[in-house]
């Protein structure tokens, strides 16, 4: 698992409010929007939590990379 999206699933897994099956919340999707514009890569808006954590992890990977 990459070190971001390890720091990102220890943050989460902390959050009482935390629901890997809910949709992604809107600071998840803000995140994720963003990335994906940076990298030109398809914002997919029907991502869970956990879909979203891990999508940002992957991406923040590309752009450290």
Request: hydrophobic residues 40%.
């Amino acid at each position: 698992m990459p070190n971001t999206l390890r720091v990102a699933q220890a943050n989460l897994n902390m959050d009482p409010d935390y629901d890997a099956n809910a949709p992604m919340t809107e600071v998840q999707a803000a995140e994720l929007r963003a990335l994906c514009e940076k990298l030109d890569e398809p914002f997919d808006t029907a991502l869970n939590q956990r879909q979203a954590m891990e999508r940002i992890g992957a991406l923040q990977d590309q752009l450290d990379g």
